[in-house]
């Protein structure tokens, strides 16, 4: 019986190393110690194509998200970054921050997260002390409902942030720049070669635009993930990236 794997990190770049570790890790018997394998991806993405590696609980806490946020590749080890700067800064701006949504797209993350976040910066900034900062990526109706362009269900794999300010009072009052804000973000599916990266670089960035607007200082993120994978295709990158030698899955 697996069981939930905790991982405290000190940057996102640091969380992705220990984890993607952790996935292809054995035990003494020479099963994976923390994983599973799914065999063939029966719905969703890669469906009748691709098998996972999976956690079965996954969750993670990183001291200092906009600290050393980009995964980076030891030079000279000929492995192909999960991400480029570049690139995760204009997914920040395309789909975490903005809203607009393309041609070929039904939905993106900013187009959701943008319904809330407003109201919920305005809530942090006039009502720091309160658990109601939360924005809804996913609808009830998503799971069900959300087609792709390409005729395919595809509800979003990030459901829910969270923001939430940890106080500091001194002599009954509440002061900002002592206080810390925290992010919280939840995954129902979770690609952790490349998704990973590319999603915790923008929350991160997320969290801190909402920490200049309400004037408390970044504090820790935090996630959970009940569908944190690697897919069979990663498999090479990620022994290598790692050093590990991990049966098939």
């Not at 292809?24 to 994976?32: A, C, Q, S, Y």
């Not at 110690?33 to 969750?59: C, D, H, V, W």
């Not at 998200?65 to 999960?82: H, K, Y």
């Not at 022994?239 to 590990?244: E, F």
Request: aromatic content about 12%.
């Amino acid at each position: 019986m697996k069981n939930q794997l905790v991982i405290n990190a000190s940057s996102i770049n640091d969380l992705w190393f220990q984890t993607l570790y952790n996935i292809l890790e054995l035990d003494n018997d020479g099963n994976f110690k923390n994983a599973y394998p799914t065999g063939i991806i029966q719905q969703g993405s890669f469906m009748n194509e691709q098998s996972r590696l999976q956690f079965p609980s996954y969750a993670f806490c990183i001291e200092n998200p906009t600290e050393d946020r980009l995964v980076r590749i030891p030079e000279g080890s000929n492995i192909p970054s999960p991400i480029e700067e570049e690139e995760a800064i204009k997914y920040f701006h395309n789909y975490i921050w903005g809203s607009e949504i393309q041609e070929n797209e039904t939905y993106t993350y900013g187009s959701r997260i943008n319904i809330g976040l407003e109201y919920v910066m305005n809530l942090l900034k006039n009502t720091p002390v309160t658990n109601q900062a939360v924005i809804e990526i996913a609808q009830p109706s998503d799971t069900m409902n959300c087609i792709g362009k390409d005729g395919k269900l595809d509800p979003p794999c990030a459901r829910l942030i969270d923001f939430k300010v940890i106080p500091c009072y001194v002599e009954g009052r509440l002061l900002n720049e002592l206080s810390t804000l925290d992010l919280h973000v939840y995954f129902r599916s979770w690609d952790l070669y490349t998704g990973m990266p590319t999603n915790l670089f923008g929350m991160s960035m997320l969290q801190e635009a909402v920490s200049a607007y309400i004037g408390i200082p970044v504090g820790k993120l935090y996630g959970y993930s009940s569908g944190l994978h690697l897919y069979k295709y990663q498999k090479e990158l990620a022994q290598m990236r790692t050093r590990l030698e991990a049966k098939e899955f």
